[in-house]
């Protein structure tokens, strides 16, 4: 078994700051991650300038790199059952940190299971990949911020963005933008934004009610106070915020809340030697994840000077955090009607679901949630509809290979 000084399971901004952070003051630091590379969602499958000094950072010996490496399950004795495509091992830590990041809410409407409907970072993940879109009619709706970095994306590599269909009102999108004031990079972001986006119709206080097609979505009906109208188009975009990816704290029995897992100012969970950073503390965006990662390396290593430069710095990023989940946290949801899909793994529909006292009782007889994804999309969507709460977490947190279970079961039965 491998035993290290810092785990960080998670290697997006945050995870990739706190590892060089850690390593430049000698520390053995292994960094996993399920993608092929560093980067996390918003670098992902990117090889630019403004990721290779990150990159290039981690080229040290103090860091091990796990990558195509998923956490299967959080054991006793501060140790990580982990799988890659070739074989399953056991790591042991010191000290642990979850940056686990986020993923997209997405919310059921009817259509939205159509193909051409993705999620918004979803169609930016599959455009990446060499999906082609020049010449595509694309809309974008939905909420949250990263509509724009989207949108301009989207309109980089050619696509036609036919609208942008946010369903904040405009006061709360101006209130969103004055607080943006203590944050010139971020002006001069949006700024940046709004000018590669002229054009494009913009509508605030916009609800996607249906996304038509039969066999491919073809159009999006869209209302907007009283008015209903139909946009015609080849791809629908379309996602409700981010929410954080909280299972692995939870497995390892970390008090959390839907948006956030808990932890003190110095980042620590309610677990001795665990703690939390970037988007799996609240979404907050790519400069707090950064701070983040400095200020835990700061925090294990005891490097009170650093401590209080990086607090300062979170502190001032977590306040961007606080305005973006009273402008875009609470998505409003569309009455759905009895046929529309919720789990789109088990097709499990709404009407399905009436009967359901909660996430057990919905899994136990309707097999929502047990597919592929093992409820990452439905999870939230219930939680957010139904008000469900999650079900306890239990290994294998992702779906793994029969002999990566039996080892599990021999560890388990090891330790009983
Ligand atoms: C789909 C999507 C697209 C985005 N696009 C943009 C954008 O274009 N512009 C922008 O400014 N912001 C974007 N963001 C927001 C941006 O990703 C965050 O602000 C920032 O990257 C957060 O960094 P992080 O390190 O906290 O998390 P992330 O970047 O999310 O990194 C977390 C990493 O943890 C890994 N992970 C999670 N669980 C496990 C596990 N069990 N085992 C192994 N690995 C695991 C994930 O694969 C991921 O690589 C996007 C977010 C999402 C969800």
């Not at 607080?179 to 996607?208: C, E, N, T």
């Not at 980042?267 to 703690?275: D, G, R």
Request: proline fraction near 6%.
């Amino acid at each position: 078994m491998q035993s290290y000084d810092v785990i960080i399971i998670g290697a997006g901004p945050a995870g990739m700051h706190a590892a060089h952070a850690l390593a430049s003051r000698g520390q053995h630091v292994a960094l996993i991650d399920d993608n092929p590379a560093a980067g996390g969602q918003i670098w992902r499958g990117v090889n630019n300038k403004s990721i290779q000094p990150a990159r290039a950072a981690l080229e040290s010996p103090h860091i091990t790199t796990y990558y195509q490496t998923r956490v299967i399950a959080t054991l006793a004795s501060q140790q990580l059952l982990v799988e890659n495509p070739r074989d399953a091992h056991l790591l042991h830590y010191r000290h642990l940190i979850i940056a686990s990041g986020a993923r997209e809410l997405l919310l059921p409407v009817a259509g939205w299971t159509l193909p051409g409907v993705t999620g918004i970072g979803g169609l930016q993940a599959l455009v990446k990949a060499g999906m082609p879109i020049a010449n595509k009619r694309v809309v974008i709706a939905g909420t949250g911020p990263l509509i724009w970095p989207v949108a301009v994306f989207l309109r980089m590599h050619g696509a036609h963005i036919v609208a942008i269909a946010e369903q904040q009102s405009l006061p709360r999108l101006v209130r969103f933008g004055l607080h943006l004031a203590r944050y010139p990079r971020k002006i001069w972001q949006a700024v940046g934004y709004a000018a590669q986006l002229i054009g494009v119709p913009f509508m605030a206080d916009s609800h996607v009610i249906a996304i038509t097609g039969t066999t491919q979505s073809t159009g999006v009906r869209i209302q907007r106070g009283d008015h209903q109208f139909q946009l015609t188009c080849d791809y629908v975009a379309i996602g409700h915020h981010l929410v954080p990816n909280l299972d692995i704290a939870q497995s390892l029995g970390c008090d959390t809340t839907p948006a956030a897992v808990t932890t003190t100012g110095l980042l620590a969970t309610t677990i001795p030697h665990v703690y939390a950073i970037g988007e799996a503390r609240g979404i907050g965006g790519l400069d707090c994840a950064i701070a983040e990662g400095h200020l835990v390396a700061a925090v294990i290593c005891r490097d009170t000077s650093a401590i209080t430069q990086w607090q300062q710095r979170v502190a001032h990023e977590r306040q961007l955090a606080t305005a973006i989940a009273a402008t875009f946290a609470t998505p409003a949801t569309t009455p759905l009607a009895d046929d529309t899909i919720v789990c789109r793994c088990e097709d499990v529909t709404h009407a399905q679901l009436q009967h359901a006292r909660d996430w057990r009782t919905a899994k136990l007889q309707q097999r929502c949630g047990m597919g592929p994804c093992q409820g990452r999309i439905c999870g939230a969507a219930t939680q957010h509809l139904y008000g469900w709460g999650p079900d306890a977490v239990r290994p294998p947190l992702r779906p793994a290979r029969v002999a990566t279970l039996a080892l599990l079961q021999t560890i388990s039965t090891d330790v009983e």
